[in-house]
């Protein structure tokens, strides 16, 4: 009996080497032939394909993969008819969502989207531009940009369109931020006759929970530490927890086990603390997942 697959679409670009550490946290060791498009995965049930992002979400509509990772901005361009499964904010550089932004050169006169009337504007993002002009009231021309968009005020257009995750590439090509047109984050998505099959759909439902897990224990740590009963109530007081510390009995009946996963943002502040309220034998761990 042949094996069942699920076809899966990753992102290849900007997010690619992000998306292949989401997915090791995860579970999968994926490894990835040079010039290949066909990554392989430690998972006889998945196979993999890399597509760019911009082009995933018809690829997912038609059923040329059962699912992929792609940005809500290209499914909203698109128009593609697809289910998303979950949302997963991660990007190239930081845990936030990105943002397509009007922007104009700093010493320009247009000041506001209205300014910009009956001007050229230079975006990969056409279509969503062109709705977002025309609830503006406003009548511009709108010019696919093959790439390098930020260089092209204001000589090869009056504006721009443009997506940023920081702000330093708007920042070093002296652009202006005027409005904000969408913001997006990364998604799951999955064709709609795919998640009919109730294999496919417990498969990639499966992957969701596992990629969320990994995308929760980004910004945590476990901490594991030995505490006299006496000094528990001072530990307790003091530490923080998703939702309990687990308490345990040690060999030594007046010592205790305590475990808990916190904000790695707090660990520096709470170690010597923890330290000064009795703690002892203090372990720090890393995390792969956390499933609530």
């Given at each position: 009996?042949?094996?069942?697959?699920?076809?899966?679409?990753?992102?290849?670009?900007?997010?690619?080497?992000?998306?292949?550490?989401?997915?090791?946290?995860?579970?999968?060791?994926?490894?990835?032939?040079?010039?290949?498009?066909?990554?392989?995965?430690?998972?006889?049930?998945?196979?993999?394909?890399?597509?760019?992002p911009?082009?995933?979400?018809?690829?997912?509509?038609?059923?040329?993969?059962?699912?992929?990772?792609?940005g809500?901005?290209?499914?909203?361009?698109?128009?593609?008819?697809?289910?998303?499964?979950?949302?997963?904010?991660?990007?190239?550089?930081?845990?936030?969502?990105v943002?397509?932004?009007?922007?104009?050169?700093?010493?320009?006169?247009?000041?506001?989207?209205?300014?910009?009337?009956?001007?050229?504007?230079?975006?990969?993002?056409?279509?969503?531009?062109?709705?977002?002009?025309?609830?503006?009231?406003?009548?511009?021309?709108?010019?696919?940009?093959?790439?390098?968009?930020?260089?092209?005020?204001?000589?090869?257009?009056?504006?721009?369109?443009?997506?940023?995750?920081?702000?330093?590439?708007?920042?070093?090509?002296?652009?202006?931020v005027?409005?904000?047109?969408?913001e997006?984050?990364?998604?799951l998505?999955?064709?709609?006759?795919?998640?009919?099959?109730?294999?496919?759909?417990?498969?990639?439902?499966n992957?969701?929970?596992?990629?969320?897990?990994?995308?929760?224990?980004?910004?945590?740590?476990?901490?594991?530490?030995?505490?006299?009963?006496?000094?528990?109530?001072?530990?307790?007081?003091?530490?923080?927890?998703?939702?309990?510390?687990?308490?345990?009995?040690?060999?030594?009946?007046?010592?205790?086990?305590v475990?808990?996963?916190?904000?790695?943002?707090?660990?520096?502040?709470?170690?010597?603390?923890?330290?000064?309220?009795?703690?002892?034998?203090?372990?720090?761990?890393?995390?792969?997942?956390?499933?609530?």
């Open positions: 009996m042949k094996k069942k697959k699920l076809k899966f679409g990753l992102p290849k670009g900007s997010l690619e080497e992000a998306t292949y550490r989401l997915f090791k946290k995860a579970g999968f060791e994926i490894t990835v032939r040079s010039r290949s498009y066909y990554p392989t995965v430690n998972d006889d049930e998945l196979e993999f394909v890399l597509f760019r911009q082009e995933m979400p018809r690829y997912v509509e038609d059923g040329v993969v059962d699912a992929a990772l792609t809500y901005d290209w499914i909203v361009e698109n128009g593609s008819q697809v289910e998303e499964v979950c949302d997963l904010t991660y990007s190239k550089a930081t845990r936030q969502k943002k397509w932004v009007l922007a104009v050169k700093n010493d320009s006169r247009f000041k506001t989207v209205k300014d910009l009337q009956g001007k050229k504007i230079a975006t990969e993002l056409v279509n969503v531009t062109k709705k977002y002009l025309e609830k503006k009231g406003v009548k511009a021309e709108v010019e696919f940009s093959w790439g390098a968009t930020e260089v092209k005020p204001p000589l090869m257009a009056d504006a721009i369109v443009d997506v940023t995750e920081t702000g330093s590439s708007l920042r070093a090509n002296n652009l202006r005027i409005d904000t047109i969408l997006s984050s990364t998604k998505i999955a064709n709609q006759k795919s998640m009919k099959d109730a294999w496919k759909r417990e498969k990639i439902e992957i969701a929970l596992l990629l969320n897990g990994a995308i929760q224990a980004e910004d945590k740590v476990g901490l594991k530490m030995n505490v006299l009963k006496t000094d528990l109530k001072k530990i307790l007081a003091v530490l923080p927890a998703l939702q309990k510390p687990t308490v345990s009995q040690l060999s030594d009946h007046t010592w205790l086990d475990d808990t996963i916190i904000d790695e943002a707090v660990v520096r502040k709470i170690i010597p603390e923890l330290k000064k309220a009795g703690a002892s034998g203090i372990i720090e761990y890393p995390l792969n997942k956390v499933i609530y």
